[in-house]
């Protein structure tokens, strides 16, 4: 979304000029977890009914004393132009932003159960090996891929699970061209 990273842009800037980098991350952080954890918050915003002093009391109720006075002068700005209903995607963009400025790389390793520490640590010297600065390791379990791992560095996956590799034989079972067809 265009405007939401235009926005996140302008705030990184501004963070960064007034030594506030670390601090509008954190907020954005928590901002981002009420939104994701809170339905109910994300139909108030983006609701049209619910006027602009409504929304700037609420977001002021929410986060007043709990955030940066830069971040919440910001939530103002955003209420008054009407634009509130970004602030989601906002903080989102912010986030991945955030990053890409500090070099964190983030990767999400999916296993059946979850890793021990002795596969979680041969995990990140394989990223940190294709010369990755920091890294943000994110752990899922699913028990559907059987065993083994899927690993998303950025945009690539590399895919060592036991359902991949099932799923690539029934595939070369299905195309044997021994076998003929009556």
Excluded: W
Aim: proline share 2%.
């Amino acid at each position: 979304m265009v405007v939401a990273t235009r926005y996140a842009k302008s705030l990184i800037d501004f963070a960064l000029e007034k030594g506030q980098l670390e601090a509008i991350n954190d907020d954005m952080q928590m901002f981002k977890s009420v939104c994701d954890n809170n339905r109910d918050f994300i139909i108030f915003l983006n609701s049209p009914l619910v006027n602009t002093d409504k929304k700037l009391s609420v977001l002021n109720a929410l986060f007043d004393k709990k955030v940066n006075a830069l971040t919440l002068a910001f939530f103002h700005l955003l209420a008054k132009k009407r634009r509130e209903t970004y602030l989601p995607s906002i903080a989102t963009a912010f986030i991945d932003q955030y990053k890409t400025h500090k070099k964190i790389l983030t990767v999400v390793i999916t296993s059946a159960v979850g890793l021990d520490d002795v596969i979680r640590k041969k995990a990140l010297e394989l990223v940190k090996s294709q010369g990755a600065g920091e890294i943000e390791l994110i752990e899922k379990t699913n028990p559907d891929i059987i065993g083994g791992f899927v690993l998303n560095i950025g945009d690539r996956q590399i895919d060592k699970s036991v359902s991949r590799q099932l799923a690539n034989l029934k595939k070369n079972f299905s195309e044997n061209v021994f076998i003929s067809k009556l």
